[in-house]
């Protein structure tokens, strides 16, 4: 955390309004001191605690392609930004089978003060001073599922909620890449779309939630590559939209 802050917004400072925004949740595995999960620490390298890759290519977009970014500086283990304030999982007890012991019994209220809260009221004074185009919400997600093995053959999904005016033509304009697009796929944003269902839809901002493969991204000439073209396909995007 810098400053004790939950997040940090790199490219804000003199963006122009009306362009496009980027929104990454689960950027971060860090623990602040004095919060015991009562984990193995190499779990948080995993992606119960972080979606892998995602910081890189939301650094790369705001340095290199003139798109701001709010970025999340504290683990999903410790409060998940992307849970409504009133979802049990906002301070998670298990994650993809582990549990969290440290979790059981936490002051879930001090956490939503502490990170939660101030995540959301940031985010939401960017929103209103960039007035952006458009909202990319970037995470990540595993090449297989932990429990059963199973291979997800996407390489990035588009996921949307009731607004799927933006992911309708991401979805065409990633599949004139060669790649493999997953429509609402490997997750609905029917079920799971927090953060846009309280930033986008309700302000009615057109935006992409974009989940890449981790093994697509966890290397710096990955994280390279993708900024490059999430840049090129959603600045293409935003002006369909």
Known sequence: MIDNLPYRQVGTEGARTGGLLCVVDHASNYVPDG????????????????????????????????????????????CD???KEDDAAVVPTESDGHLIPGNIGAD???RLNLFHRPYHYELGQLIERLQPRM????????????TSGE???????????????????????????GLTV???????GKQLNATMDRHAET?????????????QINTKAGQSRWAVMLADVLGRVALEV
């Open 35 to 78: 919060i015991e999960l009562g984990i193995d620490q190499k779990l948080l390298n995993d992606h119960i605690a972080i979606d892998i890759g995602v910081e890189g290519i939301a650094d790369r977009l705001a340095r290199q392609h003139d798109i701001p970014a709010h970025i999340a500086c504290v683990s999903r283990l410790v």
């Open 81 to 83: 930004f992307h849970r």
């Open 108 to 110: 879930v209220e001090a």
């Open 203 to 215: 302000r009615g901002i057109p935006y992409c939630t974009v989940e890449i493969r981790q093994d």
């Open 182 to 188: 997953g429509d609402n796929e490997p997750y609905s």
């Open 135 to 146: 909202i990319i919400a970037l995470h990540s997600f595993t090449p297989s599922l932990a």
């Open 151 to 177: 291979e997800r053959p996407w390489e990035v999904g588009l996921l949307y909620n009731q607004d799927d005016r933006a992911a309708r033509h991401a979805i065409r304009l990633f599949g004139e890449q």
